[in-house]
């Protein structure tokens, strides 16, 4: 079974410029949650969605902001990007079961350069 | 918000030894836990789960858990150069899907 998936895997974008961010994942499951990861600041949460509905979402301003659609895959947008805004962004993908073994795995990650 | 506190580290032992990773959380009602090793330049891969108190083994990696003090580790055994990576802890609490991660442990295992 093919693993989760993120387009592109690098990307450059200058300052107040805006991108957008694709998570493919595992067949079969529904739950897509979002990471940023910085070394300063660790692995930060952005927010979780199933079966396209919002779920759980992190402390990021409004220019964070994802969909996911009807067969699961998810994106991310980030407007006016900042310098503080360059990390890699982490797409992982769980069945979504409402239970508390629901397991997360990760797709290899977006790397964000702002300049 | 939940606190997943992981030992700084970094964490550096000879091969062959023992390397012990410890994470303490402070939500009482976090039911599921989480390692995940991440490789330099990579994404996070997951090791192991657990979710009920005492020792899960799996082959060279050993998970423990106490709920009542709050404490999980990852114990890995015969520890071997290519286990030198950043090992992050991750519980799920109350809120079902959000996971929380600690900041992780950087092990470096030398020859």
């Known amino acids: 079974k093919a693993g989760v998936t993120q387009t592109p895997r690098y990307l450059i974008k200058t300052r107040g410029q805006q991108v957008t961010l694709s998570c493919s994942p595992i067949?079969?499951?529904?739950?897509v949650s979002w990471y940023q990861q910085t070394p300063g600041q660790g692995l930060q949460f952005l927010f979780e969605y199933f079966s396209e509905t919002q779920r759980n979402k992190g402390n990021f301003p409004g220019r964070f902001s994802g969909r996911q659609f009807s067969n699961s895959r998810s994106e991310m947008n980030v407007s006016t990007l900042e310098l503080g805004d360059s990390a890699l962004y982490l797409c992982a993908s769980s069945l979504g079961r409402f239970d508390y073994t629901d397991t997360q795995y990760f797709g290899p990650g977006t790397r964000l350069t702002v300049l | 918000q939940k606190e997943v506190e992981q030992n700084s580290g970094p964490l550096s032992v000879p091969e062959g030894a023992i390397a012990s990773l410890n994470c303490t959380y402070s939500?009482?009602?976090?039911?599921?836990f989480f390692w995940y090793r991440q490789y330099s330049g990579k994404s996070p891969e997951l090791i192991m789960s657990?979710?009920?108190?005492g020792d899960k083994e799996d082959g060279r990696f050993t998970a423990q858990l106490n709920k009542a003090s709050q404490y999980v580790s990852l114990l890995i055994r015969d520890s071997q150069p290519s286990d030198s990576a950043t090992y992050l802890c991750?519980?799920?609490?109350?809120?079902?899907?959000?996971?929380?991660f600690g900041r992780g442990t950087q092990l470096t295992v030398w020859p």
């Open positions: 067949s079969g499951h529904r739950s």
């Open positions: 657990i979710y009920s108190n």
């Open positions: 939500d009482r009602v976090s039911q599921s």
């Open positions: 991750a519980l799920r609490g109350s809120t079902l899907g959000r996971l929380y």
